[in-house]
């Protein structure tokens, strides 16, 4: 009867931590710092910038709009925060067209000019920690990262009419590796790991009906099925 009580006790308390946990995530998708506060409050997280990365890196049930908009704040704490969100990413081996992608789908980028800089000069920074040698500093690899988001827009923007071509898009980096050129051949390849196409979907399972998200991405003229963010095409 005693062991029976307490299996029944220790399921009620991680009935009652999952409802508390969706709340949280609930109130975050409204308020993310009210959120934040709420799972603090009760417990669900704690107050240091590596457990609240963690909650948003694994993002389940939350708004990645909101997130991105949380981790663009100015704030001393928030920014601690991205500086760990980033350094759960593992860029190692990656082009930088590939950690974008890996990057930019664990949130979205927000609107605001001076929080998407916030955000990218972290990205920058983790890139090249990640991989020494690639370019000479870390703001090489921010102004490049914005000209491929740049790039990418417009190649997928039905709006946007005049196409940049490859040669187009050399010429516009010139001169932002310290003052000289990147290799033309480390230009072009950037350039063609750009998807043509890119899209997630949630699909059943089989005989367990629970919803995973999958990844579909369009390239080459090659359609290529993915589980996580981090595989690339051949």
């Known amino acids: 009867m005693v062991k029976i009580i307490h ?16 709340m949280g995530r609930k109130k975050f998708n409204m308020d993310p710092k009210k ?14 910038p590596e457990d609240i990365a963690q909650f948003l890196y694994k993002g389940e049930g939350l708004n990645k709009t909101v997130i991105g908009d949380y981790l663009g704040e100015r704030d001393d704490f928030n920014i601690k925060v991205l500086q760990a969100f980033v350094e759960l990413h593992e860029f190692a081996d990656l082009n930088l067209v590939q950690a974008l992608r890996q990057f930019l789908w664990s949130f979205r980028l927000p609107g605001e000019a001076q929080k998407i800089d916030r955000m990218m000069e972290a990205f920058a920074s983790r890139y090249c920690q990640c991989n020494p040698g690639v370019f000479q500093s ?13 790039l990418n827009t417009s190649l997928h ?25 990147l290799p033309e051949e480390l230009l072009r390849i950037h350039l063609f790991s750009l998807p043509s196409y890119a899209v997630c979907f949630s699909l059943a399972g089989g005989r367990v009906k629970t919803w995973k998200r999958r990844w579909f991405i369009l390239t080459d003229n090659c359609l290529y099925y993915f ?8």
């Not at 703001?139 to 740049?150: E, K, P, Q």
């Not at 589980?227 to 051949?234: F, K, L, N």
Request: charged content about 20%.
């Open 227 to 234: 589980e996580y963010t981090t595989m690339q095409p051949p």
């Open 35 to 48: 959120g934040i506060q709420f799972l603090l409050e009760n417990d669900l997280l704690q107050h240091t």
């Open 138 to 150: 870390t703001d090489t690899c921010y102004v490049l990262s914005f000209a491929i988001i740049m």
């Open 7 to 22: 299996v029944w006790s220790s399921f009620y308390k991680t009935s009652q931590r999952n409802k508390q946990i969706a």
């Open 157 to 181: 923007n039905p709006n946007v009419r005049d196409k940049p071509p490859v040669e187009r898009f050399i010429s516009m980096n010139r001169g932002i590796n310290e003052g000289g050129d």
